[in-house]
C-alpha cells in the first residue's frame, strides 16, 4: 500500500442493496471488497428492499450500542476482503421512475433511513465517508450531511435532465461543499459536473480496470488523510503541564477599540475577574490598541499585593479582515495587521510574529467568513478553529465547523466574541495554565468546552443600544461612569 495507513471507510449508495444487476451497486461491492482485501476496514449503507435485511442490522447496531467497543464494533472483520453491509433503512422504488441513466429511482427518503445512517456515523470512527451519486433524496446525500469524516463523492453517470430537474439545488450545494475530494467516472461526466456545480473532478475508473481504480482511490484516501493535523502534540510540553492548575479561559472579545462595540477595557477586565476567567484574549476588529491597553491594566492589578483577585492573563489578539476571504485572529500578536490583504498574506504576518492562527466562525454564513475552499487551501497553517461561537444566530454553523475541525484533526476553540459586557464568559474553556503561544496550542489539545444558555437577542440588543441607538455625548458619559465603577470595584477589592 502505497501510504502504509489502514483507513476505516464506509460507502454509501443510493440504490436498495438487492439491486445487485444495479452496475453502481456492482461498482460499489468491488471497490469495497478490493479495499477489504488490502487491509481497510469497510462499511457499505445501502437502503434494502428487505425487512429481514434491516431488521438483521438494526439487531447488530442495538447488540453493537450495548457492547464494550459501541458501534465501532460494527467494523470488527471487515478488513478481509469481506466488506459489512449495513442496510439502513427499507424503501420502495417509484413506479415507472427513472433516473437518466435508465436506473430506477425511490421515493422520498424514508425519515428511518436518514436517522439510521445520522446514528451510525455519529457513533462509528471513520476515516471516510464516500458517497456514491450524492444527489437529494437519497442515501449518500443524508450521509453527506451527517458525516464527521473525510468526504469523497463519485459522479457515475450523472445525466442534464437529472442535474437540471434536481430538487434543493442550494442544499445540495451546500452539502457538496463539505467535499473533500470529487471523482468522476469519465470526461464526459467530470465535465458535466462542472457546468452544474464547479469544483475540481478527479476522473477514475473510465478503463473498468477495477484493481487499479482500487490502488488510485487508495492514493487519494492516503493523500487527503496526510493533510490531517497531528492528534497529540507535543509530548514534552504536555508533561510540562500536566502539573498547572486549571484555568477558564475566553478566546474572543472585543473592547471599545472596535468600531462596533462600547465596553471600555477596565470594564471589560473588571468583568472577566467577576466571572473568575484566568486568561481572555482580546480580539478587536483590525486594530490590537485595546489588547495592549488590557495587558499594562492587568500587569498593575496582577502587581498588586492587595488585590484579592486572581490575576487576568491578557493574550493580545486582532481579528483580521482580509481582502476577500473572510476574517482571521491571530493570537500572541506585538504588532497591528493592516486589514484588506490576502488570507495567505495575513496568515503569513501572524506567523513572522510568531502568533497562531485561529479561524472565528468559520461557517457563519452570516458574518464574513472563509469558505470551505479557502480553508482547504490554508489547512496546515491554521492552528485552531472556533467551533463554537454564542453570537452564531444559526446553530448548525456551530456544528459545520466542529465537523470540519474533527476530520481535520484541527484543535478546537471556542469564545464569546463578547460586544457587551454581559456576553462575556458566556462560553469558556477550560484549560492548564499555560505560558506563550506553544504552552497554550498544547493545553488547548486537551481542553473542555463549557457553554451555558444565553439569549441571543438580549446581548444583540445590548449591544445595539450601547453603540448606535446611543449619541456620541451620551456614550462618552456612559463610558466614563461604567470605567469609575469598575476601577470603583478594582479598589474595594484591594481593601
Known amino acids: 500500500m502505497a501510504f502504509g495507513e489502514r483507513f476505516s471507510i464506509a460507502h454509501v449508495t443510493p440504490y436498495p442493496w438487492e439491486a445487485q444487476e444495479n452496475a453502481l451497486n456492482v461498482h460499489v461491492r468491488e471497490l469495497a471488497e478490493g479495499l477489504s482485501r488490502r487491509g481497510h476496514r469497510l462499511l457499505v449503507l445501502a437502503p434494502s428492499r428487505s425487512q429481514e435485511r434491516v431488521g438483521g442490522t438494526r439487531r447488530a447496531v442495538r447488540a453493537a450500542r450495548v457492547g464494550t467497543g459501541g458501534l465501532d464494533a460494527l467494523l470488527a472483520g471487515t478488513d478481509g476482503g469481506e466488506p459489512r453491509v449495513l442496510a439502513v433503512g427499507e424503501v420502495?422504488?417509484?413506479?415507472?421512475?427513472?433516473?437518466?441513466?435508465?436506473?430506477?429511482?425511490?421515493?422520498?427518503?424514508?425519515?428511518?433511513?436518514?436517522r439510521t445512517?445520522?446514528?451510525?456515523?455519529?457513533?462509528?470512527?471513520?476515516?471516510?465517508?464516500?458517497?456514491?451519486?450524492?444527489?437529494?433524496?437519497?442515501?449518500?446525500?443524508?450521509?453527506?450531511?451527517?458525516?464527521?469524516?473525510?468526504?469523497?463523492?463519485?459522479?457515475?453517470?450523472?445525466?442534464?435532465?437529472?442535474?437540471?430537474?434536481?430538487?434543493?439545488?442550494?442544499?445540495?450545494?451546500?452539502?457538496?461543499?463539505?467535499?473533500?475530494?470529487?471523482?468522476?467516472?469519465?470526461?464526459?461526466?467530470?465535465?458535466?459536473?462542472?457546468?452544474?456545480?464547479?469544483?475540481?473532478?478527479?476522473?477514475?475508473?473510465?478503463?473498468?480496470?477495477?484493481?487499479?481504480?482500487?490502488?488510485?482511490?487508495?492514493?487519494?484516501?492516503?493523500?487527503?488523510?496526510?493533510?490531517?493535523?497531528?492528534?497529540?502534540?507535543?509530548?514534552g510540553l504536555r508533561r510540562?503541564?500536566?502539573?498547572?492548575?486549571?484555568?477558564?479561559?475566553?478566546?474572543?472579545?472585543?473592547?471599545?477599540?472596535?468600531?462596533?462595540?462600547?465596553?471600555?477595557?477596565?470594564?471589560?477586565?473588571?468583568s472577566a475577574r467577576e466571572r473568575g476567567l484566568g486568561a481572555i484574549a482580546v480580539t478587536d476588529h483590525n486594530e490590537i490598541s485595546g489588547a495592549l491597553e488590557a495587558v499594562k491594566q492587568?500587569?498593575?492589578?496582577?502587581?498588586?499585593?492587595?488585590?484579592?483577585?486572581?490575576?487576568?492573563?491578557?493574550?493580545?489578539?486582532?481579528?483580521?479582515k482580509t481582502a476577500e476571504q473572510g476574517e482571521v485572529i491571530g493570537l500572541f500578536l506585538k504588532?497591528?495587521?493592516?486589514?484588506?490583504?490576502s488570507l495567505g498574506e495575513t496568515i503569513a504576518e501572524i506567523r513572522r510574529q510568531g502568533g497562531l492562527v485561529y479561524v472565528p466562525h468559520p461557517f457563519d454564513r452570516l458574518h464574513s467568513v472563509p469558505d470551505y475552499e479557502h480553508l482547504l487551501a490554508v489547512l496546515e497553517e491554521v492552528d485552531a478553529i472556533e467551533v463554537f461561537n454564542p453570537r452564531v444566530a444559526i446553530s448548525s454553523f456551530n456544528e459545520e465547523a466542529q465537523r470540519f475541525a474533527e476530520k481535520y484533526r484541527i484543535v478546537a476553540g471556542a469564545g464569546s466574541d463578547s460586544h457587551v459586557a454581559q456576553g462575556l464568559g458566556s462560553v469558556r474553556i477550560?484549560?492548564?495554565?499555560?505560558?506563550?503561544?506553544?504552552?497554550?496550542?498544547?493545553?488547548?489539545?486537551?481542553?473542555?468546552?463549557?457553554?451555558?444558555?444565553?439569549?441571543?437577542?438580549?446581548?444583540?440588543?445590548?449591544?445595539?443600544?450601547?453603540?448606535?441607538?446611543?449619541?456620541?455625548?451620551?456614550?462618552?458619559?456612559?463610558?466614563?461612569?461604567?470605567?469609575?465603577?469598575?476601577?470603583?470595584?478594582?479598589r474595594r477589592a484591594r481593601k
Open 430 to 490: 477550560r484549560m492548564r495554565d499555560f505560558e506563550g503561544p506553544a504552552e497554550f496550542l498544547q493545553s488547548l489539545r486537551d481542553a473542555e468546552i463549557l457553554t451555558r444558555p444565553t439569549s441571543l437577542i438580549y446581548v444583540q440588543a445590548l449591544k445595539f443600544l450601547q453603540t448606535r441607538a446611543t449619541p456620541p455625548a451620551a456614550r462618552r458619559a456612559s463610558r466614563a461612569r461604567r470605567v469609575r465603577r469598575a476601577l470603583g470595584g478594582s
Open 335 to 341: 504588532e497591528k495587521i493592516p486589514r484588506g490583504m
Open 92 to 114: 420502495l422504488d417509484v413506479p415507472g421512475g427513472e433516473d437518466g441513466a435508465g436506473r430506477r429511482r425511490t421515493r422520498a427518503l424514508p425519515i428511518d433511513v436518514a
Open 298 to 320: 492587568a500587569q498593575r492589578l496582577a502587581g498588586d499585593p492587595a488585590d484579592g483577585s486572581p490575576p487576568v492573563k491578557v493574550i493580545v489578539g486582532e481579528e483580521v
Open 117 to 235: 445512517i445520522e446514528e451510525l456515523l455519529s457513533g462509528i470512527t471513520l476515516d471516510f465517508v464516500h458517497v456514491h451519486e450524492p444527489f437529494a433524496p437519497s442515501a449518500p446525500n443524508a450521509a453527506l450531511r451527517h458525516s464527521r469524516a473525510l468526504n469523497v463523492a463519485s459522479f457515475h453517470e450523472p445525466s442534464e435532465r437529472l442535474l437540471l430537474a434536481l430538487m434543493a439545488r442550494r442544499f445540495v450545494e451546500t452539502f457538496f461543499g463539505r467535499l473533500d475530494a470529487r471523482i468522476a467516472g469519465s470526461e464526459k461526466a467530470a465535465e458535466l459536473m462542472r457546468r452544474h456545480f464547479a469544483g475540481d473532478y478527479r476522473v477514475l475508473g473510465g478503463d473498468g480496470e477495477r484493481e487499479r481504480e482500487v490502488e488510485e482511490l487508495e492514493e487519494i484516501y492516503g493523500e487527503l488523510a496526510a493533510r490531517r493535523h497531528e492528534r497529540r502534540g507535543d509530548a
Open 240 to 270: 510540562r503541564l500536566a502539573g498547572r492548575g486549571l484555568i477558564d479561559v475566553d478566546l474572543h472579545m472585543h473592547t471599545d477599540h472596535s468600531y462596533d462595540c462600547a465596553t471600555p477595557v477596565e470594564v471589560l477586565l473588571a
